[in-house]
């Protein structure tokens, strides 16, 4: 039987989402996604959720296209939104704008907040409404803070070093944040992030499939002895919705984990991170 899940990092993107229009071929295989509508992408998304027993997944973008999916399955998703200007192709979200949105319910969840893609570092005060938002709200929050990101000419690896992430827990403290891809390959800044501040969470997400599985393993396997109860489970989900799988199996088949372990990354951590 296959692990109860959920699915802390999935995007609800339109099929183009790149400036000039074109549809990214997967970043792995090179070739096109087998989901070639925006509706295909939803609708593959959920037969893989059902397949892999995920029973919710924390979906962000625009507004518009995380209501999409809550409309069409609202038992299945959490609601986020993309913060950053890049990765959207539009201003950054009025905080006045979003706090509508939060009291009505509409928004559950902060991020991904994606401003390394606009070259601006997780400190910068430009993402302090968006912060001091989150803990008015108690929202949990997901920021894109690592080496790696899809080839924006505006991302810049070097605002992904999780320790950047430190000015800002000290000025909010009661943030209950997660870094994505465990701020991968940033090793020794996340381990001294997330041990000193125990309420950081990460996940393992993209790199379960983007990256050299033994690469993978060895980053997971280092964060395993100290952190095994703050780390989730994710499939960063994009256009692609066999990632998903990809990303399951990447973490069924690691040698290193117990099996309580999977349960706590497949499930646990994720519920109690997220307060459900
Ligand atoms: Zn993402």
Not at 44 to 55: A, Q, R, S
Not at 58 to 70: A, F, G, R
Not at 143 to 154: K, R
Not at 218 to 245: C, H, N
Request: negative net charge; glycine residues 4%; proline residues 8%.
């Amino acid at each position: 039987m296959s692990y109860k899940k959920i699915d802390i990092h999935q995007h609800s993107n339109p099929v183009s989402y790149l400036p000039d229009g074109s549809i990214q071929p997967n970043y792995v295989t090179g070739k096109p996604s087998k989901s070639t509508t925006d509706e295909e992408i939803l609708l593959h998304t959920l037969e893989y959720m059902d397949k892999h027993n995920i029973e919710k997944s924390v979906i962000s973008w625009s507004l518009e296209h995380v209501y999409k999916w809550m409309d069409y399955a609202p038992d299945r998703f959490i609601p986020g939104v993309v913060i950053g200007e890049a990765v959207l192709q539009q201003p950054y979200y009025d905080p006045d704008k979003l706090r509508e949105e939060i009291k009505a319910g509409k928004i559950q969840f902060m991020g991904e907040i994606t401003s390394q893609y606009d070259g601006i570092p997780p400190n910068d005060p430009i993402l302090d409404p968006y912060y001091a938002i989150a803990v008015e709200y108690d929202l949990p929050v997901h920021i894109h803070c690592l080496g790696l990101g899809a080839p924006f000419p505006t991302f810049r690896s070097q605002y992904g070093n999780p320790l950047l992430l430190e000015d800002v827990l000290v000025k909010y403290p009661n943030l209950r944040i997660f870094v994505e891809n465990a701020g991968f390959p940033f090793l020794g800044e996340m381990m001294a992030l997330m041990l000193q501040y125990p309420q950081v969470y990460a996940d393992l997400s993209t790199i379960s499939w983007y990256i050299p599985r033994k690469t993978f393993y060895d980053y997971f396997e280092r964060l395993i002895d100290s952190v095994a109860k703050r780390l989730m489970f994710g499939s960063d989900q994009m256009i692609w919705p066999e990632t998903i799988e990809w990303a399951v199996e990447a973490f069924e088949e690691a040698p290193f984990l117990t099996e309580d372990q999977k349960k706590d990354i497949f499930y646990n951590n994720a519920k109690r991170f997220l307060k459900l």
